[in-house]
């Protein structure tokens, strides 16, 4: 999405529809898990907690003739997922059949660093397209699941790949959670981008304390596919692991006064990677990343991001008037609508890709431009940039940096 690199020549203001992103920090070691334990998922037992409903779907694209069945074994208390995986003949490539659960799953987040386990056993050990996939983090679990992150919105079902041995007995299948990743292409099920390539695409702690959905897979791959499935379950892994703990930018790059606020409105606090187009320390969140680091002026958060599926701003605008507060030191930066109608302040914001503002709505003794028109408040935190267009001013800004809560004193003077 960038136009401009760190390289570019002067800025004009006509010029600033642009990324700006952040730099590095320190991946420090908090607490850690020590002893090794099980959580489990899904079990096919009738137990509360653990019981869901799992649905076969076959292959539907373009005439696919994949088919496959679902069912539970009450007796043995297990899932029989089988099928067979044919050629979509327009396009002479394997399709899928898959089996899925929706539900609210227990938390998972102290696995981080550890296993998705799958207790199976199979009929067809040589079939090589079995795959996994769980969603978290989007609030469209069965589009995530459907697109891997190939078209807009479509991120959070991370997917990998298993295999399962000859034999008649049950056994536990270990995929490592660094195994998976939430681009992949949706024709064959192959990642796109490894978890090892870029670990933006890797389960986070975050993702794995909200599982939704969870998915079984035969696919790309032309065969007959039998899995028994006893149970689902994840592994705390059994030796210390490093955690991931959010930080600031080094001193010398950072632009603001403190550190951005936990528990950021609008579901901000939610991304907790950097999502922007060039390298930056893992442990940055968005809006560390976005609106504290003065190397990445010219950077912004993605475009259209209020838009996401677990941001989704205009549902949670407030009736009337909405306040936007500085996301480090909560002072009010902007309030809208204001001499204009809500649908007006939405086809201002969808015609940028990011929350617009007119000047009746800019609270101006805390936004600040510059002569390049950046746009900062008065604790210098970067907010957007000034883009003025033929209605006259406007302020283009990044949700992450407006997304504050206002603090104690503010909240006693906002009427």
Request: proline share 7%; hydrophobic share 40%; glycine share 8%.
């Amino acid at each position: 999405f960038f136009l401009l690199t760190p390289s570019s020549p002067p800025l004009s203001v006509d010029s600033l529809v642009v990324f700006r992103m952040r730099a590095a920090v320190t991946f420090a070691v908090g607490a850690a898990c020590t002893t090794a334990s099980s959580i489990d998922l899904a079990t096919f037992d009738g137990k509360a907690g653990t019981t869901f409903k799992f649905v076969e779907l076959n292959d539907p694209v373009m005439g696919g003739k994949s088919t496959g069945t679902w069912q539970v074994n009450a007796a043995g208390n297990f899932g029989v997922f089988d099928g067979e995986v044919v050629n979509v003949p327009s396009l002479r490539a394997p399709g899928f059949i898959k089996a899925a659960a929706d539900g609210q799953f227990a938390d998972a987040s102290a696995a981080l660093g550890g296993d998705l386990v799958l207790e199976v056993r199979s009929s067809t050990p040589d079939y090589t397209g079995f795959r996994a996939a769980f969603a978290a983090g989007t609030m469209s679990p069965s589009y995530a699941c459907a697109a891997g992150g190939s078209i807009p919105l479509s991120r959070g079902c991370f997917k990998a790949k298993f295999s399962v041995p000859a034999g008649h007995d049950f056994v536990q299948i270990r995929i490592p959670f660094s195994d998976f990743s939430d681009k992949w292409s949706p024709a064959t099920g192959e990642q796109s981008t490894t978890c090892e390539q870029d670990k933006r695409v890797c389960p986070t702690a975050s993702s794995l304390n909200s599982i939704k959905r969870i998915e079984l897979w035969a696919e790309g791959v032309a065969g007959k596919a039998h899995l028994e499935v006893r149970s689902i379950s994840v592994e705390v892994p059994s030796t210390p692991v490093a955690l991931r703990v959010a930080a600031r930018p080094p001193a010398e790059f950072g632009t603001c006064k403190g550190p951005v606020q936990d528990g950021l409105r609008f579901g901000i606090s939610g991304r907790t990677t950097p999502d922007i187009p060039v390298p930056v320390d893992e442990n940055e969140t968005l809006a560390e990343a976005v609106c504290c680091d003065s190397r990445t002026k010219v950077y912004a958060e993605p475009q259209f991001l209020y838009q996401a599926p677990d941001i989704s701003l205009y549902s949670k605008l407030e009736a009337g008037v909405t306040t936007f507060y500085d996301s480090v030191c909560g002072v009010p930066l902007f309030r809208a609508p204001m001499n204009r109608t809500l649908a007006e302040f939405k086809a201002d914001t969808d015609e940028h890709g990011w929350p617009s503002f007119r000047p009746a709505e800019v609270v101006k003794e805390h936004v600040i431009e510059d002569k390049d028109g950046f746009v900062f408040s008065s604790c210098g935190t970067h907010l957007g940039s000034y883009l003025p267009d033929e209605q006259g001013p406007r302020w283009c800004m990044d949700l992450s940096c407006i997304a504050g809560n206002p603090t104690a004193t503010v909240s006693q003077l906002i009427v």
